[in-house]
């Protein structure tokens, strides 16, 4: 079946520019987090959904960070007057959701980069 | 919050050989330690877990240890080939029982 999808795979945008990024996590799965990778780092917890409901938005870096999942599938991280040290790649994972349980499976990121 | 260090940061190694990387994390409470692996452009995928009521995991030529005392865990891979090459990240999970902290990645590269 198919895996997480993330797009776009890349995005060039210009400072003070608005964002979204799109992640179709995997069928069935009710648990999508996002995470953040600066170059030559690991992946930085920003977002945690179960279902529809963000349970754990602790890692979001300040108020220009948001995102959304309106039906418990498909997710959009949205970052408003983007700053060049917004430029990472945004990786989205979804898991089954069962607490204490579970393999994390990450899609292939999206590689912004705010000029 | 949960704190994950990694070492080494890279790692160099013939093919043939073995290859050890060590994570230590702070919050005693963590339960569950999984390892990734990450291609160039590609997302992070699970290669073997370790939960913290078992101190030892086994897969072919990956294994895992865990030292819950002195909160740390390794990952060894025997017999590398040149496949392995990527960046690997060590995990942990604490009692909320989902979010991941993860290291900074050890870059391993195998020589023919």
């Known amino acids: 079946g198919a895996g997480v999808s993330q797009t776009p795979s890349n995005k060039v945008t210009e400072k003070g520019k608005y964002v979204e990024l799109r992640c179709d996590p995997i069928?069935?799965?009710?648990?999508l987090y996002w995470y953040r990778q600066s170059l030559g780092q690991g992946p930085e917890f920003l977002i945690y959904?179960?279902?529809?409901?963000?349970?754990?938005d602790s890692g979001l870096p300040n108020d220009r960070f948001f995102a959304v999942r309106p039906e418990g599938s498909v997710s959009t991280l949205k970052i408003q007057r983007t700053e060049r040290g917004d430029s990472a790649v945004y990786l989205c994972?979804?898991?089954?959701?069962?607490?204490?349980?579970?393999?994390?499976?990450f899609g292939e990121g999206s590689r912004l980069t705010v000029l | 919050g949960e704190n994950v260090e990694q070492h080494p940061s890279t790692l160099s190694v013939q093919e043939g050989d073995s290859a050890v990387i060590k994570c230590t994390y702070s919050?005693?409470?963590?339960?569950?330690f999984p390892w990734y692996k990450q291609e160039l452009g590609k997302g992070p995928q699970l290669i073997i877990d370790?939960?913290?009521?078992?101190g030892e995991k086994k897969d072919q030529r990956i294994a895992v240890t865990l030292n819950k005392t002195a909160k740390h865990f390794s990952l060894h891979i025997t017999e590398t080939q040149p496949e392995d090459s990527a960046v690997y990240f060590c995990?942990?999970?604490?009692?909320?029982?989902?979010?991941?902290?993860f290291g900074k990645g050890t870059s391993l590269l195998v020589t023919p």
């Open positions: 919050d005693s409470a963590s339960n569950y």
């Open positions: 995990a942990a999970r604490g009692p909320s029982g989902y979010a991941l902290n």
């Open positions: 994972a979804s898991s089954l959701g069962r607490v204490n349980t579970g393999e994390l499976f």
């Open positions: 370790i939960r913290s009521n078992v």
């Open positions: 959904f179960q279902g529809t409901g963000a349970a754990d």
């Open positions: 069928s069935g799965h009710t648990a």
